[in-house]
């Protein structure tokens, strides 16, 4: 980020209340600030940018906000980066939104300004799911993607995705280069726009339908291994009850249920509708417990066996179930996804269709439990660094190459993919495999709690933990950055003892992974941490990972690992 001083602070925030092509009711917002220093500088020290989730930030007027003028600039820069690469076809965009407050504005007004530089655009009516647009720009042979949707943040979040060809969000490489489009701009009187009714009538603003979400819910469904199992009477018997956290997952996590023979399914009514707000929950964040409170009440009435839920724009799949107790416990991001691997794998194998060249992948702050999985059935693991767009660009280039076939894909914050017709994480594919999973292992006599047991038995007890800092505004970035320069400066020889035996700074680049700015340590014991500033949140996040002889073992390690760590981290806040 280059310097930025009071000086400049303020002749950005003078601009916007001087620009003509800025709207009264935002200039009435900025006059509101006048005079608070921390308040504008946190508005005005810099431009919104492409993070692993895209652009993100706080709803507002700014610079450093999501607002229909960063929006519009944003979608002219990458207009512009599309015409100029000539690859000798017309451009085309598909666009979709979330159910977050504004999002389908943000979303018409990205398609009109395509339309105002001659890129005809796919846009859904309506909310839709990120991975249906991955899935629609592969589908439809588009050139890019646009997702309007700001995740499982808070409420006053919103953001703006970036999709390449393939479906998968933009590589750095490709984002660095929309990033500069972006900043070439230069002033709003700089961005095209038509009227809807103009793009409509010069066919550069097309709607997308039914039809669409029909061959999306197929492709899911498609991706069962024992729909036949659920047909009979375990699809009536077997209860699932699903929240979509006022989302976009209620319709099609719902069809890909019934497409695969479900037929006990409970919805939460009070979080089934879209609301912007997320008002039943403090954060619409299925890696939560408090999230699914409403969802366990339900379970408890009808005596669910599983519980899932999706966030909002329904990339990311929580799921809850019973334990030995009888009691309702969240499974974490990587119990789930070695579950699902350990499911699939077994499946395939057992009827001889696992291939030789198989992979799965994941990132490198999530638990080798699945990996340790995956290698016992034969299959090869690669890591990537953090976001799911790493893991999709892995995908295509197999997919090109051929050299090893997909299996399955996921991270530790509850992102999940089987299937290649996406190349980015799916709550509807994931909702509906673990559901699956949970299903074919009670008619065995088994829960998804047992078998985590008996996995946990055969490979060690994994256990992970995760710590987060908010650091917002300027301060908070000289912060993080701070606290980074500490850790890599000062690398510690041992964390409570236990000997530190390899010191991994992906700065510079590091098993053929991109350069981040990420620091993961490895200890004698086997255990590791993981220090990472987010590329979407004002934060910085620390990761932790132990494998012991029992449950009871683990837990101590981590809290032990936690508490150190921790200690060091907060002393530099």
């Known amino acids: 980020m280059s310097q930025v001083t009071n000086e400049s602070i303020q002749a950005r925030y003078e601009a916007w209340l001087n620009d003509p092509l800025i709207d009264e009711a935002t200039k009435a917002e900025l006059r509101g600030i006048a005079g ?9 020290y810099r431009d919104l940018e492409f993070g692993t989730g895209g652009l993100r930030g706080v709803m507002g007027a700014g610079t450093n906000r999501m607002n229909a003028y960063t929006v519009g600039k944003a979608t002219q820069g990458l207009a512009n980066w599309l015409l100029a690469r000539g690859d ?30 001659g890129i005809r655009t796919y846009l859904f009516r309506g909310l839709r799911p990120t991975p249906q647009l991955s899935f629609s720009v592969r589908r439809l042979g588009a ?54 009714e103009e793009a ?34 375990l699809g009536e018997r077997f209860s699932v009850v699903f929240t979509p956290l006022h989302g976009t997952g209620n319709i099609p996590v719902r069809g890909a249920l019934a497409g695969i023979g479900f037929r006990n399914v409970h919805i939460v009514k009070e979080q089934e509708q879209p609301d912007g707000y997320f008002s039943t929950v403090k954060s619409p964040n299925p890696e939560e417990r408090d999230a699914f409170e409403l969802a366990i009440k339900l379970a408890k009435q009808v005596d669910a066996d599983i519980i899932i839920g999706t966030d909002p724009d329904a990339d990311r799949m929580g799921a809850v179930v019973k334990d030995k107790s009888g009691e309702y416990v969240v499974l974490t991001g990587n119990q789930s996804g070695a579950l699902m691997v350990h499911y699939k794998l077994s499946v395939l194998k057992e009827r001889g269709l696992l291939p030789d060249n198989g992979v799965v992948i994941k990132t490198i702050v999530t638990s080798e439990m699945g990996a340790d999985i995956a ?30 076939s997909f299996l399955f894909g996921y991270e530790e914050s509850y992102g999940y993919l089987t ?15 673990i559901c699956e999973a949970a299903a074919y292992y009670s008619s065995k006599g088994k829960t998804l709690y047992d078998v985590l047991e008996e996995l946990y038995g055969t490979f060690g007890y994994y256990l992970e933990g995760l710590e987060t800092r908010t650091l917002k505004g300027l301060d908070g970035v000289q912060k993080i950055g701070a606290i980074m320069d500490d850790w890599r400066g000062n690398p510690p020889s041992d964390i409570g003892g236990v000997k530190v035996t390899a010191v991994m700074d992906y700065s510079a680049g590091l098993d053929g992974l991109r350069p981040e700015n990420v620091l993961k340590y490895a200890l004698e014991d086997g255990s590791w941490f993981c220090l990472r500033p987010s590329g979407t949140e004002p934060k910085i996040k620390i990761y932790f990972g132990v494998k012991k002889e029992s449950a009871d073992a683990s837990a101590s390690a981590l809290q032990a690992l936690r508490e150190t760590v921790m200690s060091r981290v907060d002393g530099a806040v």
């Not at 608070?36 to 005005?44: C, G, L, N, S, V």
């Not at 953090?386 to 197999?398: A, D, L, N, P, W």
């Not at 299937?419 to 495999?433: E, W």
């Open 419 to 433: 299937g290649t017709y996406a190349r980015d994480k799916d709550a509807i594919v994931a909702a509906m495999l």
């Open 88 to 117: 000798g076809e017309a451009p085309a965009v598909v666009i979709a939104h979330d159910s977050r407050n504004n999002s389908p504005e943000f979303a018409l007004d990205s398609a009109l300004v395509l339309a105002g530089n």
């Open 200 to 233: 409509e009538s010069q066919g550069l603003l097309v709607w997308l339908g039914e039809d669409e979400d029909q061959a999306f819910i197929d492709t899911v469904v498609g991706e069962s291994l024992n729909a036949e199992l659920l047909r009979g009477e």
């Open 143 to 196: 050139s890019a993607g646009i997702v309007i949707t700001a995740s499982h943040n808070p409420p006053e979040y919103n953001g703006y995705k970036a999709y390449g060809p393939d479906g998968c969000q933009l590589i750095p490489e490709d984002a660095e280069q929309v990033i500069a489009a972006i900043g070439a701009v230069g002033g709003f009187d700089a961005i095209k726009r038509l009227t809807q």
């Open 36 to 44: 608070e220093e921390k308040e504008i500088t946190d508005r005005f």
């Open 375 to 404: 290698r016992a059935y034969g299959a090869e693991v690669e890591n990537t660094l953090t976001g799911f767009k790493y893991i999709g660009e892995k995908m295509t280039g197999y997919d090109r190459s051929g050299e090893r």
